[in-house]
C-alpha cells in the first residue's frame, strides 16, 4: 500500500501575505510535502472590480513556491468569500466536494490560515476538518488578543502562530488560549522575498530619500470621516514639509478616493515643497527598497514598523490619539495596531525636529513595560478569553507608566473590569447596577 500523499494549502488574500507564506517556505517553516497549493481569496467589497493577488505585479516571481494557484471565489461563487460559512448541515456533502474538485482524493492536508476567527479562514477550516492548522500573521494583529471565541474543536487544530518579527521582544497574544506557539518568520527571509518584487535599489545614503506618507483610507473601514481622512493626510504633509523634506511621496490606499491626492499636492505646493503620488499597486517595503525614504509617516500601519525595524528608516506617526479615542466598540481588533505604534513610534508633529527614532514622548517604553501595556489593552478588550492577563494588567495600570499610557483605556472600561483607574463602585449589587447605568447614561449624553 502506497503511502498517503501529503497536500499544504496556503490560503491569502494579500500580495503582503503571499510574500510572508514565501518567506516562512524559504526558511524552512514548513515541512516537506508532495504538493503545495496557494489558495486566493479576494475579499474585496466587490471582488469582480478588484484585482486579486496573483494578477499583481510582481506575483509571477513568488509563484515558483507552490505547485498550483487555486481560487476560493470561483470555488464558491457566486457567494461572497467574506459573506459564507456552510450549513452544518451541508458540511459531509461539501467536504466530499471539495476534496474531489481540488484533487485532493485522501491526501493528508495541512493548512496555512490568517484570520481564522473570521470567514473565509473558517469556513475553509471547517471544509477541511482532519487538518492541522498553521496560522500566520502578516501584521500588528498578530500581538493583540483572538477577537472573538473559536469553536475549539477549530482553534484546537492550532499549532503555531506564525508571524513577522515586528517589534522585538514583544509576545504575540493571537490564539495563545489554544497553546498556538508563537515562531517568527526571519526577516532576511522576508525582505530576500520583497526584493524580489523590487526594482534596483537606491543608494543607501542617508536623508537624500524623500518623505514617503502612508495613506490607509480608514474612512472605509468607518474610523473617520472620509473629510477627517484627509484632514489626517494633510497633517502629513504639513509635518513633513515643518521637519525640512521638500520631496514628498504619497502611497494613497488602492481604493481611495483620487479627489484626496489632488488636495495633498495642492497643499504641498502651496508649502514650497513637490508631492508625487504613487499609484503603482506595490508594497510599501518595495518602495522602502527602490526609493530609501528619509523619513516615513502614517497612522497605524504595519508598514510603519517594518520600515522601522526590518530597513532601519525613520518613522513618525499621525492621530493615533484622536483614533484611540474614537475606536469602539473597546474590543475592535485595530486598537492593538494603535497601540503598538502609539508606544514605539515618535510622533510627527512633536516640535522638537527629531530624527523620527525614538520612542512616543521621549522616554523610552521598555520591552517588559510594553508586554505589560499590550497585555492590559488585551485583558480589557478580551477579559473572558483572556483571563489570565488580569495580573499584568493590574501591574501595568498600577505601575510608573499608567499615566503616560491611560488613553489607551476608557474610565468606562477599566470601571466594569474593576481595574485601576476606574471609578470605585460600591460592592452592594444593586448599588453597583445603578453606577453602572449611570455611566451608561453619561455616555449617552456625551454623544
Known amino acids: 500500500m502506497s503511502p498517503r500523499r501529503t497536500t499544504q494549502i496556503f490560503c491569502a488574500s494579500t500580495l503582503y501575505g503571499a510574500v510572508t507564506l514565501a518567506a516562512a517556505l524559504d526558511s524552512g517553516a514548513f515541512g516537506p510535502a508532495d504538493r503545495r497549493v496557494l489558495l486566493v481569496t479576494n475579499n474585496a ?86 487538518a492541522p492548522i498553521t496560522v500566520y500573521a502578516d501584521g500588528l494583529m498578530s500581538y493583540g488578543p483572538t477577537r472573538n471565541k473559536i469553536d475549539p474543536l477549530i482553534g484546537g487544530r492550532v499549532g503555531r502562530l506564525l508571524h513577522l518579527d515586528l517589534v522585538p521582544g514583544l509576545a504575540p497574544l493571537l490564539l495563545a488560549e489554544f497553546g498556538a506557539v508563537p515562531e517568527a518568520v526571519p526577516t532576511e527571509a522576508f525582505t530576500s522575498c520583497v526584493d524580489e518584487l523590487a526594482g534596483p535599489a537606491a543608494p543607501a545614503a542617508a536623508g537624500d530619500g524623500p518623505a514617503l506618507l502612508l495613506g490607509q483610507y480608514l474612512a472605509a473601514l468607518g474610523l473617520l470621516t472620509a473629510a477627517e481622512e484627509e484632514e489626517l493626510h494633510l497633517r502629513m504633509v504639513r509635518g513633513a514639509v515643518a521637519r525640512g523634506h521638500r520631496s514628498l511621496v504619497f502611497k494613497p490606499h488602492p481604493t481611495a478616493p483620487d479627489a484626496w491626492t489632488k488636495t495633498l499636492a495642492a497643499e504641498a505646493e502651496a508649502l514650497g515643497a513637490e508631492l508625487t503620488v504613487e499609484d503603482r499597486p506595490v508594497l510599501a517595503e518595495v518602495l522602502y527598497r527602490e526609493i530609501r525614504p528619509a523619513l ?58 527629531g530624527t523620527g527614532h525614538g520612542p512616543a514622548d521621549g522616554a523610552a517604553i521598555g520591552t517588559a513595560e510594553l508586554n505589560d501595556l499590550v497585555a492590559a489593552v488585551g485583558f480589557a478588550m478580551q477579559p473572558k478569553i483572556r483571563p489570565e492577563l488580569r495580573e499584568p494588567a493590574v501591574r501595568h495600570l498600577s505601575g510608573p507608566l499608567a499615566e503616560r499610557t491611560r488613553h489607551h483605556f476608557t474610565r468606562r472600561r477599566l470601571t466594569v473590569l474593576n481595574l485601576p483607574g476606574g471609578i470605585p463602585l460600591p460592592r452592594h449589587p444593586r448599588v453597583r447596577r445603578l453606577a453602572r447605568r449611570a455611566l451608561r447614561l453619561r455616555k449617552a449624553l456625551k454623544r
Not at 85 to 102: A, G, I, M, N
Not at 316 to 336: C, D, K, M, W, Y
Request: proline residues 10%; negative net charge; aromatic residues 6%.
Open 45 to 130: 467589497a466587490v471582488p469582480e472590480t478588484t484585482p486579486a493577488l496573483d494578477t499583481a505585479e510582481g506575483f509571477e516571481r513568488l509563484r515558483g513556491r507552490f505547485d498550483s494557484v487555486l481560487s476560493w471565489n470561483e470555488t464558491i461563487s457566486p457567494l461572497h468569500p467574506g459573506g459564507w460559512t456552510p450549513r452544518p448541515s451541508d458540511l459531509p456533502l461539501l467536504q466530499r466536494h471539495l476534496r474531489k474538485l481540488w484533487d485532493l482524493g485522501d491526501d493528508r492536508v495541512e493548512l496555512a490560515l490568517e484570520s481564522l476567527q473570521v470567514t473565509p479562514a473558517l469556513a475553509i477550516a471547517q471544509l477541511l476538518p482532519d
Open 296 to 353: 516615513v509617516v502614517g497612522c497605524f500601519s504595519t508598514a510603519l514598523l517594518t520600515a522601522r525595524t526590518f530597513y532601519g528608516l525613520p518613522v513618525a506617526r499621525v492621530g493615533t490619539h484622536t483614533l484611540l479615542e474614537r475606536l469602539t466598540p473597546f474590543q475592535n481588533s485595530n486598537r492593538i495596531p494603535l497601540t503598538v505604534v502609539d508606544a514605539v513610534v515618535p510622533p510627527l508633529e512633536d516640535g522638537t525636529g
